[in-house]
């Protein structure tokens, strides 16, 4: 049983966009993917600094227009990136993305097409960014520790644990003033480290933006998934567009269960796990929740061909109700 992965907010470098534009049509595909988000994609994707990609209203769109062309050329090697994903992507066993990712995610799944995943997520990153400027916030990785140790800081700090990533990871979020009382008395044993975000993600914080984008929600038409897609509420896997949609937008101020994820796809019995780019943060994750997987990162086109060897041996195994297909 094979899963594509899509990363979240944090994991975009400068320039990790480059290598992609050398593949025939992805130039063009991005040309029309900036056109709807009014942003300059190709630029911040190869060019920019660290400090501009770090903005929310461009990494969100950047790192969902990336994550759709790997998974176009992991899907289809043979083809350049089209405004719709291949037909291959019903090979694939299961679907997850790291908040942010779930986007990309929902439009490999079917449930919304390549250029409406792009106009919403732009919508989305406009949105959380003000909502972030209202106050001075932002999210702190806690590595390791007792998880109730931990969990207790976070409460004593008044933050909230954002993001469960399991394996030992939980993401704290609030505002400038809370962050430094953790600092300052961080739980036994764990490290603090500081995210490349720009504000207090999947909070109370990001309220304003909810209603926002869920206005922008309200004009789409949302397929049912062709794939098994899973949701960062809670895991589940869900069969149905809409609720998906409702779920993306309602995520925005809810706590990302990332470890929930994990144990779902454990249960499901996955054998292989591919990481889109900008990849590595959740394969780093799964080499510790899901041991004896195989694991690939896909950072740049040189491996494509390991994800189609990863394929051909491990996708196709189960059909979205998770019968096992025939024939």
């Known amino acids: 049983m094979l899963v594509i992965v899509a990363p979240g907010q944090g994991a975009q470098v400068p320039g990790f966009l480059s290598p992609w534009l050398e593949l ?24 920019a600094d660290a400090e501009e990609i770090r903005d929310t ?22 083809s350049a990136p089209s405004p719709a994903l291949p037909a291959e992507a019903s090979l694939v066993d299961a679907v997850a993305g790291h908040s942010v990712g779930e986007f990309t995610a929902a439009a490999i799944a079917g449930v919304l097409s390549p250029r409406d995943a792009m106009a919403l997520v732009a919508e989305r990153g406009r949105g959380m960014a003000d909502a972030a400027a209202r106050t001075g916030t932002g999210m702190t990785a806690v590595l390791g520790g007792d998880r109730d140790e931990v969990l207790a800081a976070l409460a004593a700090a008044g933050l909230t644990p954002a993001n469960d990533n399991g394996s030992g990871q939980i993401v704290a979020a609030g505002t400038t003033e809370q962050l430094a009382v953790l600092a300052e008395n961080p739980p036994a044993r764990a490290r603090l480290r500081p995210l490349a975000v720009a504000g207090a993600f ?3 914080h990001m309220a304003p933006a909810v209603e926002r984008v869920r206005a922008t929600a309200a004009a789409l038409s949302p397929s049912d998934p062709t794939v098994r897609l899973l949701s960062n509420a809670d895991g589940a896997v869900v069969d149905s567009g809409a609720e998906y949609l409702e779920r993306l937008v309602s995520q925005i101020s809810s706590p990302v269960r990332w470890d929930s994820c994990t144990r779902t796809l454990a249960d499901l019995g996955v054998t292989a796990l591919i990481e889109l780019t900008p990849a590595g943060t959740l394969t ?9 997987v195989e694991l ?8 494509l061909d390991r994800a189609g060897a990863l394929i051909k041996e491990h996708a196709g195994v189960l059909s979205p109700s998770g019968t096992d297909q025939e024939g």
Do not use: I, N
Not at 24 to 47: H, I, K
Not at 64 to 69: D, P, Q
Not at 285 to 292: P, S
């Open 24 to 47: 025939p049509g992805v130039a063009e595909q991005f040309a029309a993917w900036s056109e709807v988000s009014g942003l300059d994609l190709v630029r911040y994707g190869t060019t």
């Open 296 to 303: 690939l990162a896909v950072k740049t086109p040189d491996d």
């Open 284 to 292: 780093g994750l799964a080499k510790r929740a899901l041991r004896g």
């Open 202 to 204: 999947h909070t109370e």
């Open 57 to 78: 209203a461009v990494a969100q769109p950047l790192l969902v227009g990336a994550g759709l062309v790997a998974a176009s050329a992991v899907l289809s090697p043979l």
